[in-house]
């Protein structure tokens, strides 16, 4: 399995930032897809920020509801996480990763992923 993110860099709050990522070795058509972010400083957890269904349910952690949005796209098994209005809260290393589950109660987690994490991609949000 091979995951590639990409599209990070450094914005201002209130800008807008388009991630994507691409994975092989998978069944990426049917499968749970999930952004997930590891915020900078010492004790701060990876978090799950978005997931979606292999049929295009989408779920968010409450604090990007309304400014993120996850969409994919199977031809080109190219995950995609638009942000919107950017804060400086939302600077981490973000991920992608294939899901065991996807769900409203679940987006949070990082356990049920499979296949291990990438390099990620740093998005980070100035003030």
């Known amino acids: 399995v091979r995951v590639k993110e990409s599209g990070g860099g450094l914005v201002h709050s209130g800008d807008s930032r388009t991630l994507s990522c691409t994975i092989s070795?998978?069944?990426?058509?049917?499968?749970?897809m999930g952004w997930f972010r590891h915020h900078p400083g010492p004790g701060r957890e990876r978090e799950g920020v978005?997931?979606?269904?292999?049929?295009?349910?989408?779920y968010y952690l409450d604090s990007v509801k309304g400014r993120f949005t996850i969409d994919r796209d199977n031809a080109k098994s190219t995950l995609i996480l638009e942000m919107n209005d950017l804060k400086p809260e939302d600077t981490g290393l973000y991920f992608c990763?294939?899901?065991?589950?996807?769900?409203?109660?679940?987006?949070?987690?990082?356990?049920?992923?499979?296949?291990?994490w990438g390099q990620g991609t740093m998005v980070t949000v100035s003030s």
């Open positions: 070795g998978v069944d990426f058509e049917n499968a749970a």
């Open positions: 978005s997931c979606i269904t292999s049929d295009d349910m989408a």
């Open positions: 990763a294939r899901r065991a589950t996807c769900g409203e109660s679940v987006v949070r987690q990082t356990l049920n992923v499979l296949d291990g």
